[in-house]
């Protein structure tokens, strides 16, 4: 059981949107099936379930982006139908959504009025100093410095940009602020203080629909939370009359256990103690970023890199694959040294990264799921100049089936599976590039618990079968769970390095000292060889 919220919940009768027994379908799929939410005035309810439960269907139909096919949908007491998103915030409902939508070259309060500019009575001018005098008003109010109004949005921070697309949402003033995964790019510290700003806006008689991945934070937060499965409710209980556990429960509909456990290697199947190194890498360094780093992996071994935000974890990656110049430096791969120019030098020599913005760097917005798959080797599907249609199709539906990733069909635009789903096909990608080693950075970022699992278990079998994986994560006991060995990076160097004993995330006092080990030595306390 954990403690109360900080702040008392409002009465059970005064309700602020009430989504009732609501249906929506979408060719082939039943995404909502008569799914039930009730939010009251002045709370933070969490909206939990897995990818593909229904949760970002629910979200858009409150955000007008989708209509419902059944049931009915109230706002403070009246049946709505949300038509578009201007209907919804004219409502006093406004989304943020986990990707960014500001304009990153226009200053903070041009991209808070964007679209709703304030005119001068009378006037088509604007009146630029209401608009400065409003947003200045509620930044303060958050603690933000007046000289970043100044700055373009691009020269701040992730904070700061979570902060203004919240004060953008304040200006109309909104009672409904749904945020979706408003932590999952933030390091530790402006993670908790984004939260801090989540109770201040309850503490404002807003009410906050949170929807995330991070359990972990919702104590101390969160008022109440909703569990949705396969599109339908689940449960409704008071934050202070459940758990982590049990939340897992209800959200897959059967024992998981803990993360770090589910990601462990097995007892029975220890890391061979002749195993051949798949990767050396020798003395990486590049000007300013990273300094005389080296490391190995062996065949059927997970090296985790830890470290702080901006300690060098990723840029290491990056200069493994060729991504990045180097000063100087090796980089041998099963006894072979490479010389790589770009990632595409590094995957014709069997080293493959899975980056962290998926979005962004890995997924291929266009293209089927079946072409994701297939693109980073297509020459294995063509004959000729000519691409095998029914081979791509065949390998794309075995990869479907053994990763169980939810599609439609494998013709499905990759942008409308759900983000644990476009983590799998990504892995699909990997695994039909046959690799010797894989690297991946964050590799459950923003996934719920049950795709975490199935991405653990996928690495897992890749490292069974002879490769070697490299892990790159801010969460320390999915790190120290999948990891044989930890490598900690500080300020562009390496700080340490220490083995993960076989069997030691089931023991909670080991796990706490191998947590301050790596904290120890990723913030300078300690030193470790």
């Not at 630029?128 to 603690?143: D, I, K, Y």
């Given at each position: 059981?954990?403690?109360?919220?900080?702040?008392?919940?409002?009465?059970p009768?005064d309700v602020?949107?009430?989504?009732?027994?609501?249906i929506?379908?979408?060719p082939?799929?039943?995404?909502?099936?008569?799914?039930?939410?009730?939010?009251r005035?002045?709370?933070?309810?969490?909206?939990l379930?897995?990818?593909?439960?229904?949760?970002?269907?629910?979200?858009?139909?409150?955000?007008?982006v989708?209509?419902?096919?059944?049931g009915?949908?109230?706002?403070?007491?009246?049946?709505?139908?949300?038509?578009?998103?201007?209907?919804?915030?004219?409502?006093?409902?406004?989304?943020?959504?986990?990707?960014?939508?500001?304009?990153?070259?226009?200053?903070?309060?041009e991209?808070?009025?964007?679209?709703?500019?304030?005119?001068?009575?009378?006037?088509?001018?604007?009146?630029?100093?209401?608009?400065?005098?409003r947003?200045?008003?509620?930044?303060?109010?958050?603690?933000?410095?007046?000289?970043?109004?100044?700055?373009?949005?691009?020269?701040?921070?992730?904070?700061?940009?979570?902060l203004i697309?919240?004060?953008?949402?304040?200006a109309?003033?909104?009672?409904?602020v749904?945020?979706?995964?408003?932590t999952?790019?933030?390091?530790?510290?402006e993670?908790?203080?984004?939260?801090?700003h989540?109770?201040?806006?309850?503490?404002g008689?807003?009410?906050?629909?949170l929807?995330?991945?991070?359990?972990?934070?919702?104590f101390?937060?969160?008022?109440?939370?909703?569990?949705?499965r396969?599109?339908r409710?689940?449960?409704?209980?008071?934050?202070?009359?459940?758990?982590?556990d049990?939340?897992?429960?209800?959200?897959?509909?059967?024992?998981?256990?803990?993360?770090?456990?589910?990601?462990?290697?097995?007892?029975?199947?220890?890391?061979?103690?002749d195993?051949?190194?798949?990767?050396?890498?020798?003395?990486?360094?590049?000007?300013?970023?990273?300094?005389?780093?080296?490391?190995?992996v062996?065949?059927g071994?997970?090296?985790?890199i830890g470290?702080?935000?901006?300690?060098?974890r990723?840029?290491?990656?990056?200069?493994?694959?060729?991504?990045?110049?180097?000063?100087?430096?090796?980089?041998?791969?099963?006894?072979k040294?490479?010389?790589?120019k770009?990632?595409?030098?590094?995957m014709?020599?069997?080293?493959?990264?899975?980056?962290?913005?998926?979005?962004?760097?890995g997924?291929?917005?266009?293209?089927?799921?079946?072409?994701?798959?297939?693109?980073?080797?297509?020459?294995?599907?063509?004959?000729g100049?000519?691409?095998?249609?029914?081979?791509e199709?065949a390998?794309?539906?075995?990869?479907?089936?053994?990763?169980?990733?939810?599609?439609?069909s494998?013709?499905?635009f990759?942008?409308?599976?759900?983000?644990?789903?476009?983590?799998?096909?990504?892995?699909?990608?990997v695994?039909?590039?046959?690799?010797?080693?894989i690297?991946?950075?964050?590799?459950t970022?923003?996934?719920?618990?049950?795709?975490?699992?199935?991405?653990?278990r996928?690495?897992?079998?890749?490292?069974?079968?002879g490769?070697?994986?490299?892990?790159i994560?801010?969460?320390?006991?999915e790190?120290?769970?999948?990891?044989?060995?930890?490598?900690?990076?500080?300020?562009g160097a390496?700080?340490?390095?220490?083995?993960v004993?076989?069997?030691?995330v089931?023991s909670?006092?080991?796990?706490?000292?191998?947590q301050?080990?790596?904290?120890?030595?990723?913030?300078?306390?300690?030193?470790?060889?």
């Amino acid at each position: 059981m954990q403690s109360s919220p900080p702040h008392p919940v409002a009465p059970p009768g005064d309700v602020l949107v009430h989504v009732d027994k609501v249906i929506k379908r979408f060719p082939g799929v039943l995404a909502l099936d008569g799914a039930t939410l009730e939010i009251r005035r002045g709370e933070v309810h969490a909206l939990l379930g897995e990818n593909g439960a229904g949760k970002s269907t629910l979200i858009k139909l409150l955000s007008g982006v989708y209509q419902p096919d059944g049931g009915s949908i109230q706002v403070r007491g009246e049946n709505v139908r949300i038509t578009d998103p201007r209907h919804a915030q004219a409502l006093g409902i406004t989304t943020i959504y986990q990707e960014h939508t500001l304009a990153p070259d226009l200053s903070p309060v041009e991209n808070v009025f964007l679209g709703r500019e304030v005119r001068r009575a009378g006037s088509p001018l604007l009146n630029e100093p209401a608009m400065r005098a409003r947003a200045r008003q509620l930044w303060g109010e958050f603690g933000g410095h007046p000289e970043d109004l100044g700055r373009s949005v691009g020269q701040l921070g992730g904070l700061k940009q979570r902060l203004i697309e919240i004060i953008k949402a304040l200006a109309y003033d909104a009672q409904l602020v749904i945020m979706d995964e408003p932590t999952a790019a933030l390091p530790d510290g402006e993670r908790a203080n984004l939260l801090d700003h989540i109770r201040k806006m309850r503490a404002g008689g807003v009410s906050v629909l949170l929807v995330t991945h991070r359990l972990e934070e919702l104590f101390g937060v969160v008022d109440r939370v909703t569990v949705f499965r396969d599109g339908r409710w689940v449960a409704t209980m008071p934050i202070t009359e459940t758990s982590i556990d049990d939340i897992i429960r209800k959200m897959v509909g059967r024992e998981v256990g803990s993360m770090a456990a589910a990601a462990a290697r097995p007892k029975e199947l220890p890391l061979a103690d002749d195993a051949p190194d798949v990767l050396r890498v020798k003395g990486l360094t590049r000007r300013g970023v990273l300094q005389d780093v080296s490391l190995t992996v062996r065949s059927g071994e997970i090296v985790g890199i830890g470290g702080l935000a901006g300690s060098g974890r990723t840029e290491v990656a990056r200069a493994i694959i060729g991504a990045d110049p180097l000063d100087a430096g090796e980089v041998w791969i099963r006894d072979k040294k490479g010389n790589y120019k770009s990632p595409a030098d590094a995957m014709r020599a069997g080293l493959v990264l899975v980056p962290e913005e998926r979005k962004i760097l890995g997924i291929v917005g266009g293209f089927s799921v079946a072409r994701n798959i297939t693109v980073g080797a297509l020459q294995k599907i063509t004959a000729g100049p000519f691409l095998q249609v029914q081979r791509e199709e065949a390998v794309a539906r075995n990869y479907v089936k053994e990763l169980r990733i939810k599609t439609r069909s494998t013709g499905e635009f990759i942008e409308n599976l759900s983000g644990g789903n476009q983590q799998k096909v990504l892995f699909a990608r990997v695994l039909f590039a046959e690799p010797n080693l894989i690297i991946v950075d964050e590799p459950t970022q923003g996934i719920d618990v049950g795709a975490k699992v199935e991405v653990y278990r996928m690495i897992r079998e890749f490292v069974a079968k002879g490769g070697g994986a490299i892990v790159i994560s801010s969460d320390l006991p999915e790190l120290l769970g999948l990891s044989d060995r930890v490598v900690v990076m500080r300020e562009g160097a390496k700080a340490g390095e220490f083995p993960v004993p076989l069997g030691s995330v089931h023991s909670a006092a080991r796990m706490d000292q191998l947590q301050n080990q790596v904290m120890q030595l990723a913030t300078g306390s300690s030193r470790v060889n």
